[in-house]
């Protein structure tokens, strides 16, 4: 049972209704708004122009905080986000950063003209501050966000903001991330919006209050600086706007841009079929020394041109692995801007108006406070993106001329490694702390017509990169003794998922062991899933090299590429945990690829034999997960590599008992429902071969249910479900009983139930 603490329900970041909000606002604080006929008015140039005026703000926004932030959290990866906002906190425009913020930002706004109008007041001049997940504005508290409002005439016109991941902000552990953490006092201290700018002079006691509760004061005091500048450049370009073509041109901009996503992404809905759609994943372990396996599942209804997420059934608040209701609807955002309105200005406070949310208090992904949330958004409310984004995907996949926006699962979490000590390489010993961002470089999933993006980057940071090796060795006393793209690491499929890679780094320039702590998913059970019968792509893994020496082997000059070339003892780090790499000693990290989509067995294999060539596939791999065998030339066998997949699908039909001929339908009228399923009247069946799987109108299809060791997933997936959880994990498959081709596949506890869904895949147990 989960117990509310008294006053927290005031802290709630649950949106309200515009209309509500305005009402309640204080006569002090007068507010600029337009009717539908000024809107309705807007010549098509006119609205063009201020629109792209208004978009260029945003990077402008952009490029003052890289310029003015020392931290390589925004400088190199963009772990940031802006936007621009009317009157009542809608967001009218979003920076191309990480959208995960978006689902947030406005929640903060919408707080403080509820809990701040009065007492102390919004006034021109004034910018605010917060990293209060219950609030919103950011996912956990190292999301620090200031925003401001900005006045025209007296009137309160509209607000911009600027937020981005600090890398600490206090608590028990390094970088704020305390793997032990059972609830939220143990963590970073959740400040909700205080004025830290009033009549534009930065407050010293707030500023001052703000950089004491960190281990890197100056860099945390810089970005708020720099996020202050970044908020003075927003409202110095908006003004100027206004100043050209009038407030009320502006404001009717503002508005229709919301209302034109919001019709564009209606119209979109409506030319799918309705029907819900369901996913299910897990977080493998909640905090250090945990053992169990967390669920979170989401069922996706589209009725017209709405959606509605229901996340009924998701597992209680646990450890560390807790989002509040702002990350579970950052994570619906995370999917949502790039799979369904990829194609639509990302004027968020329209897109929003098309979904609701549907979710228990004190869940992981809708935790309540005192809950620890420091692992969030990468966290729960990643996972909640791959799960909507599976449901979006399943959906769009119905429709061949929405297909290019069907995706398998990209690099399904982000492995959180932090480093602190002391750098000895000046005159003055200095302290030092950084997260490791080179997991920015993820696998995206793959899609219907094209594979996966190799190290292509993260799902929810359109604009992200990775840091460069040499600036990290630069800031750092640490020398990196490898970082490349691992093959195998992409999920099988059709079309293959993008491959992921590794990292190796060791103490360089202190004699101090470096402490490290680390928080991460998606190693006991796949998080990075395929789809329609695509393979899953790699688990996680970290190690360290216990009793090492890599200093003595550098110094006579070997550089070790593996771990076996190391020396020492290999120790497997769990999911959670604090610890530490001495000189000499090594961490590495793999960290995952993207998912699969369709049958391996029906990829071409000229495909898989240029994966070898690249690297992006052993030559074992295209054999064992795609029946595809090359000669010595690393050419394509064709008669060896034809009886290697009928061998394959041989061994999938020995699985299944003997069954009766099956009913078969002409497929001359058959509808699409993904790469293997077609619908023909109320019967759903298969497109490879026209056997009858079952009714629409029913739901469940008869298919050949498999159940085996991991190993059988293929290389990338590795077989240590023991190491971290306690729940017994197997590989399920389901085959077409009459071509048995793979139509789901996947890495799951044994007590998974499988989601059954009107329109799409799986999933009733065969019939023997």
């Known amino acids: 049972m989960v117990m509310a603490v008294p006053g927290s329900e005031r802290f709630s970041s649950r949106p309200i209704d515009p209309d509500t909000l305005a009402a309640q606002l204080p006569a002090s604080l007068p507010v600029h708004t337009v009717t539908q006929e000024q809107i309705d008015a807007l010549d098509p140039l006119t609205y ?123 608590g028990v552990g390094l970088g704020s991330f305390s793997p032990a953490a059972q609830d939220v006092f143990s963590e970073s201290l959740p400040t909700p919006p205080v004025k830290v700018v009033r009549d534009g002079l930065l407050q010293d006691d707030i500023a001052d209050m703000w950089v004491r509760r960190s281990r890197v004061p100056m860099m945390i005091g810089l970005d708020l600086r720099a996020k202050v500048g970044a908020n003075t450049v927003g409202r110095d370009r908006m003004l100027a706007v206004i100043e050209q073509y009038g407030a009320d041109t502006v404001k009717a901009v503002m508005k229709r841009m919301m209302s034109d996503a919001e019709s564009r992404l209606r119209g979109k809905l409506r030319t799918l079929p309705d029907g819900t759609w369901r996913a299910t994943g897990y977080q493998d372990q909640s905090h250090s020394a945990d053992r169990g396996l967390h669920k979170i599942t989401v069922a996706m209804t589209k009725t017209d041109g709405h959606l509605a997420f229901d996340f009924t059934g998701t597992d209680e608040q646990s450890g560390v692995v807790n989002c509040t209701y702002a990350g579970m609807r950052g994570g619906v955002m995370l999917a949502l801007l790039p799979i369904l309105a990829g194609d639509i200005p990302w004027s968020a406070g329209g897109l929003m108006r098309c979904f609701d949310l ?90 219907p017509q094209a594979d996966g993006m190799d190290t292509g980057g993260l799902f929810c940071i359109p604009l992200g990169r990775v840091p460069d090796v040499e600036m990290t060795e630069f800031l750092y006393p640490v020398l990196a003794l490898w970082r490349r793209e691992e093959p195998d690491s992409g999920g099988p499929g059709r079309r293959r998922g993008g491959v992921s890679a590794s990292m190796a780094i060791t103490p360089h320039g202190t004699s101090f062991p470096i402490g490290l702590v680390l928080a991460s998913n998606g190693k006991a059970i796949s998080q990075n899933n395929g789809l329609a019968g695509g393979y899953p792509g790699n688990t996680g893994i970290e190690w360290i090299a216990r009793g090492a020496d890599v200093t003595t082997m550098l110094g006579v000059g070997q550089l070790p590429s593996d771990l076996s070339g190391i020396g020492g003892d290999a120790e497997l780090q769990p999911c959670y945990g604090e610890t530490y790499v001495a000189p000499g000693e090594v961490f590495t990290m793999f960290w995952q690829g993207g998912g699969g989509y369709g049958d391996p067995l029906t990829r071409e294999p000229e495909d898989v034999a240029r994966d070898v060539r690249e690297d992006k596939v052993t030559p074992a791999s295209a054999e064992a997960s795609y029946g595809v065998v090359l000669d010595g030339a690393g050419a394509v066998d064709a008669k060896a590599t034809e009886g290697r997949r009928r061998e394959l699908r041989d061994a999938r039909r020995s699985r299944s008992a003997s069954q009766d001929d099956r009913p078969t339908v002409d497929l001359a009228d058959a ?46 997936v590795i077989d240590a479900a023991g190491e971290y959880v ?38 009733a147990d065969a019939r023997s």
């Open 358 to 447: 549907i979710a228990e208090e004190g869940t992981i992904n809708n935790a309540s406070f005192p809950a620890a949330v420091g692992r969030g958004p990468i966290g729960p409310a990643w996972l909640t993106g791959n799960l909507v984004a599976e449901c979006l995907s399943q959906m769009l996949d119905q429709s061949p001329n929405l297909d290019a926006h069907v995706q398998s699962s990209c690099c399904g979490t982000w492995d959180t490694a932090v480093i602190a000590g002391l750098d000895q390489r000046g005159a003055v010993p200095t302290p030092f702390l950084s997260i490791l961002m080179d997991p920015m470089a993820g696998g995206y999933g793959a899609q």
């Open 48 to 170: 063009e122009v201020v629109r792209h005026r208004l978009w260029s703000v945003t990077d402008e926004m952009g490029e003052a905080l890289k310029r003015m932030s020392g931290s390589p959290i925004v400088t190199d990866a963009n772990d940031f986000d802006f936007a621009l906002s009317d009157e009542l906190g809608q967001e009218v425009q979003v920076g191309l950063y990480n959208t995960m913020l978006v689902g947030a930002v406005d929640l903060a706004i919408y707080w403080t003209l509820k809990h701040r109008a009065t007492n102390p007041g919004i006034a021109e001049g004034d910018m605010f501050l917060t990293n209060d997940p219950w609030v919103g504005g950011g996912l956990h508290q190292n999301d620090a966000m200031v925003f401001q409002p900005v006045f025209w005439e007296g009137k309160l016109f509209g607000w911009t903001s600027a937020i981005a991941h600090q890398p600490d902000l206090g």
């Open 671 to 716: 509808r699409r429902l993904d790469d293997n399923l077609v619908a023909v009247g109320d019967q759903v069946a298969c497109t490879h071969c026209a056997t009858v799987l079952g009714s629409g109108a029913v739901g469940e299809l008869d298919l050949v249910r498999h159940e085996g060791p991991v190993s059988e997933a293929g290389p990338q």
């Open 726 to 763: 306690d729940g017994e994990v197997h590989f399920r498959q389901y085959c077409c009983p009459g071509c048995f081709t793979a139509i789901s596949t996947a890495v799951v506890p044994v007590d998974h139930v499988d989601d059954v869904t009107r329109t799409s895949r799986v999933l």
